[in-house]
């Protein structure tokens, strides 16, 4: 029933136009951003869409989770509903579930019915949640979130008034399959005369107008954009991992980096539109955790907003007003906060729209390390070393052998050694990480590997270059390294350091360079499933705890391997930790951490052993010359009696051979 026609084609009309104003201005400003092809490969999209979106994957990994889920399917539900409330109020005598098979209209006035008490109820749930519950990271008494709550709320209450008030007056043919409705109608309306039941249904009818109305026009302009953009930002996702950065091209006269809103890609700019505000990303990030100014899900704000506050003025052909880096206010990215990144991905493990956090911070941070020369002081000394002598500390390449002077070690040789053992900066120059060097060479001369390595000629892999934003160095070592690979016949290469993995593996195949890289962890677990490394069991390890490295493990998804390896070689399987696999806390090392201070809070080190130590191990065993680093130093800290000892998996392997 529609009270009045032309009063509400009216109203109906202006909003409908003022909405497609507000998103046309909203969503003109995405064109602003640097082409990025999400077009391809249709299917697996909208598969992911399907799995992501409507299946709400991620959303239900977390125990509020469900609510969200409840809510999400209701409002979806109830979009039937809605668009025939709106298009009934424009054309009563044509449009109307009435007009159904009286069986279709039964069955979907009970469920319109049980699906808005369930969306009350999730209002519920959810107002209880910000007020009781607030989670940490999420701004949970945001008037903008009480707002749409509210909205929602009332939607669903002048549902119930409306069909109440029709079900009292008689007018209702489906009364008796309305339980909610119908429960309301029998024990608030019940006896109330008809001109006054009239009177109501006119009140609710048009109250859940005007809501509905407001609420469209209110999501453009409110933090819950995301209900416009989540589903398609979910089609829009990366089809792989997200594992590296886009490269840069080196042409005369080129902008480097994002230092202004409108050289992200156009995903980038959407990605800030999606941001559900949920605070998953800043719960698990380790930087916010231990008291650091970054925050991934703040990060993505003043990106939105900066580009509110840009965007008009670059469409118009103007300059930007407002620093996208440093201006210390909202719509502007700290440097503290670009800075404090470990690279660790765990924010764009869990974010439910698949937002990509690490790839705009470290665009920015390419901004200011190639453009303005701005980053911290420590990293000027990291980067002559890299750029002259081709690792972090400035040794001469002839030390990159050191290692081996007390075994017989053999050179690369194209055609007879199937193996590149790419040894890597920590482990030819880092006095803990040689022993490392030296159990994994034993493993594979006993199971009977052919391997060399390139010594004073092998290169940084660059992984903390391009990290840190010096895309420009990494980009020269990046093709000197491959250029040698191709000229040596090298096609096969062993790694013990993740981030050398992950960065041969994946960085160098923009370049072209087609390498099986394969871990140590993944090697040592082949050869002992194989039959191929006799063990006799390993002793004085006592209780093990494993830590999953954040390059091998979320980036890389390598976590069986290696606890296969552990359990098959010491007859125990190792004890996990509070956090670990996908939701495992980063040792504070990656995105080029490790050599920069940590001066502001707990060092992540610090959180990550105590964490460890709550299990009371014996042993922590790691996989990455960062985290044995990072451990090391932080059971100086926690463990003055030197209880716990660090081991790399190939060296307890190498105490079993």
Request: aromatic residues 12%; glycine residues 8%.
């Amino acid at each position: 029933m529609s009270p009045n026609v032309m009063p509400f084609a009216v109203i109906f009309v202006v909003a409908v136009v003022f909405f497609g104003w507000s998103a046309f201005k909203r969503f003109r400003l995405i064109t602003l951003g640097k082409a990025d092809n999400r077009f391809n490969e249709l299917g697996k999209r909208f598969w992911n869409m399907l799995f992501y979106a409507f299946g709400q994957r991620r959303v239900v990994a977390r125990p509020f989770g469900i609510n969200h889920f409840i809510l999400f399917w209701c409002f979806m539900i109830l979009l039937i509903a809605n668009a025939e409330f709106l298009l009934n109020g424009l054309f009563p005598e044509y449009i109307d579930l009435a007009l159904l098979p009286s069986g279709l209209y039964y069955a979907l006035s009970l469920i319109f019915d049980l699906v808005s008490l369930f969306a009350f109820l999730a209002v519920i749930v959810a107002v209880i949640r910000r007020l009781a519950f607030p989670p940490p990271n999420m701004d949970a008494h945001s008037r903008d979130a009480f707002v749409i709550i509210s909205l929602v709320g009332a939607l669903m209450l002048a549902f119930f008034g409306l069909h109440a008030s029709e079900i009292a007056h008689g007018l209702e043919p489906a009364a008796s399959y309305m339980p909610v409705s119908g429960f309301i109608a029998r024990t608030v309306f019940a006896g109330l005369p008809l001109p006054m039941l009239a009177w109501l249904i006119f009140i609710f009818w048009w109250i859940h107008a005007i809501v509905l109305l407001g609420f469209l026009n209110y999501l453009p302009y409110s933090k819950h954009m995301h209900i416009m953009t989540a589903i398609p930002n979910c089609f829009f996702k990366s089809l792989d991992k997200v594992t590296t950065q886009p490269r840069e091209e080196f042409k005369k006269e080129s902008v480097f980096g994002v230092g202004q809103v409108d050289y992200f890609p156009w995903k980038g700019l959407f990605d800030s539109y999606s941001c559900t505000v949920c605070g998953r990303c800043s719960d698990i990030c380790p930087a916010t955790s231990t008291g650091k100014e970054l925050n991934p899900r703040l990060v993505i704000h003043d990106i939105k907003e900066n580009l509110f506050h840009n965007g008009p003025l670059l469409v118009k052909g103007e300059k930007t007003t407002l620093p996208l880096i440093g201006a210390g206010c909202e719509g502007s990215v700290s440097e503290a906060s670009i800075w404090a990144c470990t690279t660790c991905a765990a924010c764009m493990e869990v974010c439910p729209v698949f937002i990509e956090h690490v790839p705009r911070i470290v665009d920015m941070r390419r901004d200011l390390v190639e453009m303005r020369a701005k980053f911290p002081e420590e990293l000027l000394s990291f980067f002559e070393n890299m750029e002259q002598r081709s690792n972090p500390w400035g040794i001469a390449p002839a030390e990159r052998t050191k290692w081996a002077s007390g075994i017989d070690v053999k050179p690369f040789e194209s055609g007879k050694t199937e193996y590149l053992f790419f040894v890597g900066c920590y482990g030819a120059f880092d006095a803990r990480s040689r022993r490392v060097t030296l159990a994994l060479s034993r493993i594979l001369n006993a199971g009977g590997i052919s391997w060399g390595i390139l010594g004073k000629d092998e290169f940084c892999c660059g992984d903390s270059l391009r990290r840190l934003g010096n895309e420009f160095a990494f980009d020269r070592m990046a093709r000197d390294s491959i250029k040698m690979f191709q000229e040596r016949g090298v096609k096969k290469i062993i790694t013990q350091c993740p981030h050398c993995y992950n960065t041969l593996k994946n960085d160098y195949r923009q370049y072209g360079a087609e390498l099986e890289v394969v871990h140590h962890t993944e090697l040592i677990n082949t050869l002992i499933q194989e039959g191929k490394l006799k063990l006799n069991g390993a002793k004085n390890l006592g209780k093990l705890v494993f830590h999953d490295s954040c390059y091998l493990g979320r980036y890389n998804l390598i976590y069986d391997a290696p606890r296969q390896a552990l359990a098959t070689a010491t007859g125990q399987h190792p004890v996990e930790m509070e956090r670990h696999h996908d939701k495992s806390f980063c040792c504070g090392a990656g995105g080029g951490r490790m050599w920069l201070e940590e001066s502001v809070g707990k060092r992540i080190n610090v959180a990550r052993v105590e964490e460890a130590l709550q299990e009371n191990p014996d042993t922590v065993c790691v996989c990455c010359p960062y985290c044995m680093t990072m451990f090391e130093d932080g059971l100086k800290d926690k463990d003055a009696d030197a209880k716990v000892q660090v081991l790399d998996l190939a060296e307890i392997v190498d105490k079993t051979l």
